[in-house]
C-alpha cells in the first residue's frame, strides 16, 4: 500500500480476529453437507446492523455469513461497523465488500482497515483491482472476487483467490451484463473454475435448494436483508420494498461509468429518465464539518478519476450518486432518494414495515424450506437438471 497509509491508524491492538473464510474452510463446510448463506453488502449504509446478525447462524444446512460494505464510510465508521458486527456474530464470518471503483486513496485505506481488523474475508465489486489479492495474502485476510463470467472466475482462481461470487442480471444496484440471468451464469462459472461459488442475484428460499444442487457452495442474498426488522437503512427505504410489482423496478443509467443499475420507481428515476442532471450537493449533514475523508466540496470525489459520468460533464449531465443514495438510506427521502434494488423485492410478502421478520427469522425461515426441499430433491429422477 502507499506510504501515505504505512503508519498504523489506530495505535489501540484491535480484539480477536473474525474467523477466516478461505477456500479449505468453505470446503470443509461443503463437505459436511452445509453450504454459505451470504448476506450481500450494500453500500453507503444501506446494509449497516445487518452483517453480524446474518454471520451468528450456524445451522444443520446453512452458515451466515455477513458482508458489511466499505463504500463511503470513512475509516472510523468502517472499523467501529466490523467491531458490531464481530461482537454480534459470536465467532462468526464477517467480510467487507470494497469496489475498485472507489477513489483509489479510499479504496487502499479502508481495504487498510478491513485487513488490520482481519475480517473473515475482503470481496471485490464493481472494477478490478489485483493489488488488493497482495495486500490480502501480505495480511492473511482472504479474497473473494464478485464476477460476471466465466473468464473472469477463471482470472481470479489464478490470481489466488479463495472464492467467487458469480452474480447474475437479477442482482440489485449495478447489474452488468443485463442479458445474463443467474443460472446460466452459476453454469457459465461453475465449469470455468474449482473455486468455491457463491450464486448472487434475485435468489429468494424458493431458489436455494437448486442452486446448492448445482454445485454451488452457497448463495448470495442482499435485497431481501433490506427489508427485515434488524438493520439501520431507514425504515421508509424498508417500506419502499413492500407490495412492489415488476412495474416498480427501474433500470436507471449510473453516472458510475454509465453502467446500468436497477432501483425502486420513484420521482427520482423518473426525473433521471427524463434526462435531468441532479448535481452534488453539499454532504455536511452526514459527515460533518470535517467533510468525507477531509473532503469539503460538494462533490467529495467518491469515485475514481474518469469513472464519474457526473463529474467529467461538469456536472451538466447525470447525477451524484452519493447524495442520491444517502438521500434514501439515511434520509428515507422517497422523492429525491435512489433506492436501489434486486429483482427479488418482487417476491418480498410484508406490506408492513411493523411485519418484517429479523435477520435470524429469515434464515430459521430458510433453513426449514431448505429441509422439505432437500426431501423434494432426493426423490427427484436421477439426472434431472438441478439449476433449471
Ligand atoms: C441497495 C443495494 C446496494 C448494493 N451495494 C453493493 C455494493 O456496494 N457493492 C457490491 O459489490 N454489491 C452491491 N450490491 C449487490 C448485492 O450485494 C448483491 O450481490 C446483489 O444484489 C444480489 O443479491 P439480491 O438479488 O438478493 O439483491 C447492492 C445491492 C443493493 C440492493
Redesign the pocket.
Known amino acids: 500500500m502507499s506510504a501515505t497509509h504505512a503508519e498504523p491508524l489506530h495505535a489501540e491492538q484491535t480484539s480477536a480476529p473474525l474467523t477466516r473464510l478461505d477456500r479449505r474452510a468453505i470446503e470443509d463446510i461443503v463437505r459436511s453437507g452445509r453450504r454459505l448463506l451470504v448476506q ?4 453507503i449504509h ?1 446494509s449497516d446492523g445487518v452483517s453480524g446478525k446474518v454471520a451468528a447462524h450456524r445451522g444443520a444446512r446453512l452458515v451466515g455469513v455477513g458482508t458489511i ?1 466499505a ?1 463511503l464510510k470513512t475509516p472510523e465508521q468502517l472499523r467501529a461497523e466490523i467491531r458490531r458486527a464481530r461482537q454480534e456474530s459470536q465467532g462468526g464470518f464477517v467480510g467487507v ?1 470494497l ?1 475498485a471503483a472507489i477513489n483509489k486513496a479510499d479504496f487502499e485505506l479502508l481495504a487498510r482497515v478491513s485487513i488490520e481488523e482481519r475480517v473473515s474475508f475482503l470481496v471485490q ?2 472494477g478490478i483491482s489485483r493489488e488488493i489479492l497482495r495486500w490480502c495474502r501480505e495480511g492473511g485476510v482472504p479474497f473473494a472476487g ?1 464476477v460476471s463470467s466465466g473468464r473472469l472466475a477463471a482470472m481470479y482462481e489464478k490470481w489466488g483467490a479463495d472464492f467467487v ?1 458469480a ?1 447474475g442480471a ?4 449495478h447489474i452488468g451484463d443485463i442479458g445474463h440471468p443467474l443460472p446460466t451464469l452459476v453454469r457459465e462459472v461453475l465449469a470455468a473454475t474449482a473455486l468455491p461459488v457463491v450464486a ?4 429468494d428460499a424458493s431458489d436455494v435448494a437448486r442452486f446448492v444442487a448445482g454445485g454451488a457452495a452457497g448463495v ?5 436483508f ?1 427489508a427485515c426488522a434488524d438493520g439501520d437503512v431507514h425504515p421508509a427505504f424498508k417500506a419502499m420494498h413492500l407490495g412492489k410489482t415488476a412495474d416498480d423496478v427501474a433500470i436507471i443509467t449510473s453516472c458510475v461509468k454509465g453502467m446500468k443499475a436497477r432501483a425502486v420507481r420513484n420521482a427520482f428515476t423518473e426525473k433521471l429518465a427524463r434526462g435531468e442532471a441532479v448535481p452534488p450537493r453539499s454532504k455536511a449533514w452526514w459527515f460533518g464539518k470535517d467533510g468525507y475523508m477531509g473532503r469539503k466540496k460538494a462533490c467529495v470525489e467518491c469515485l475514481g478519476d474518469g469513472l464519474c459520468v457526473c463529474r467529467t460533464s461538469g456536472y451538466k449531465e447525470s447525477f451524484c450518486i452519493t447524495d442520491a443514495l444517502l438521500a434514501a438510506a439515511v434520509k428515507g427521502d422517497t422523492e429525491n432518494g435512489l433506492f ?5 423485492l418482487v417476491r418480498i410478502g410484508e406490506r408492513d414495515v411493523t411485519a418484517l421478520p429479523t435477520a435470524a427469522a429469515l434464515l430459521a425461515d430458510l433453513e426449514a424450506r431448505l429441509a422439505a426441499e432437500d426431501a423434494a430433491f432426493e426423490q427427484a429422477p436421477a439426472g434431472a437438471s438441478a439449476v433449471a
Open positions: 450481500g453488502g450494500m453500500g444501506a460494505s463504500v465488500n469496489m465489486g464493481a464478485i461470487v452474480e437479477e442482482a440489485g444496484g448472487a442475484g434475485g435468489v448470495q442474498i442482499a435485497t431481501r433490506l436501489y434494488t434486486g429483482q427479488s
